[in-house]
């Protein structure tokens, strides 16, 4: 079973960025998985942040994060970066990599991936 570790969170000032990355162990390929990073605050449901198709052809995100989140794909296609820009106190979450690979696309729905890491803390505070 495809296993994934998150990497590069950490504590940051609002309007600092962070750069987290997601890989399979092992070196596995990621390059037919539709790769999303979910992020989920203390108390509220699991969000999905932003995903990116099999191979990278499209990506998407939430509207709370577009224009400073960023998702891409390393050329080995072994990692999955999430470059996070201006941040705010309100980024501030659990955020985990996961894959599906059913049909290697991004459905929308977080419960569609079937792949999980661990997840890596990302506090947003002056």
């Known amino acids: 079973q495809l296993q994934l570790v998150e990497s590069g969170g950490g504590l940051v000032q609002p309007g600092g960025s962070l750069r987290l990355s997601c890989a399979a162990s092992?070196?596995?390929?990621?390059?037919?998985?539709?790769i999303g990073w979910v992020r989920q605050a203390p108390g509220k449901e699991r969000e999905g942040v932003s995903c990116?198709?099999?191979?990278?052809?499209?990506?998407n995100y939430a509207d709370s994060v577009k224009g400073r989140f960023t998702i891409s794909r390393d050329n080995a296609r072994t990692t999955v970066y999430l470059q996070m820009n201006s941040l705010k106190p309100e980024d501030t979450a659990v955020y985990y990599c996961?894959?599906?690979?059913?049909?290697?696309?991004?459905?929308?729905?977080?419960?569609?991936?079937?792949?999980w890491g661990q997840g890596t803390q990302v506090t947003v505070s002056s």
């Open positions: 996961a894959a599906s690979g059913l049909t290697g696309e991004c459905s929308g729905y977080v419960a569609d991936f079937a792949s």
């Open positions: 092992g070196g596995f390929s990621l390059d037919y998985y539709a």
């Open positions: 990116t198709n099999k191979r990278g052809g499209s990506t």
